[in-house]
């Protein structure tokens, strides 16, 4: 199997919580593919959102929820009963803490670009106030944000 070209990169790690406000992770997110599309940097800047449920007890509120659901679609057909079921399941987002992973992989000779995005990034309106980390290589977190970013979809 041939490896990536970005498999030898360093990579820097951009992370960002944005706690419950799905409305400034998606202005962020939105910000991010301008800059991509206008300064072409489809390899280089990538972002994957990550949602975490803030309470464990808002799992079981919905299994309660899908359940009563269940049982009051009884009468009703199988079809229905699975939409009933299905939408009282899906968490509110409300209940979801919300992060942004960004990660920056410039080659070698791009040093200056990089260190103009990891200052530029987190100094702009929707990520200044996510409380930005930077996570770079060697750092004690780096190999766990590294395999976090890597399992996400």
């Given amino acids: 199997m041939p490896r990536r070209h970005t498999d030898d990169m360093a990579h820097i790690y951009l992370v960002f919580s944005f706690a419950t406000d799905e409305e400034k992770a998606q202005q962020a997110r ?65 209940n979801e803490d919300i992060r942004l992973l960004v990660r920056l992989g410039f080659s070698g000779h791009e040093r200056l670009s990089e260190e103009r995005w990891v200052q530029r990034i987190p100094s702009e309106e929707p990520f200044r106030d996510a409380s930005p980390q930077i996570v770079k290589p060697g750092e004690p977190e780096f190999g766990a944000t590294e395999e976090r970013f890597e399992d996400l979809d």
């Fill in 30 to 94: 939105h910000k991010l593919e301008g800059w991509k599309q206008a300064f072409r940097l489809d390899k280089k800047l990538v972002y994957k959102l990550e949602r975490m449920a803030a309470e464990p007890a808002a799992d079981t509120d919905a299994d309660q929820k899908a359940h009563k659901a269940e049982k009051a679609a009884k009468g009703k057909t199988k079809a229905k009963a699975r939409a009933s079921a299905a939408a009282a399941a899906e968490p509110a987002p409300a």
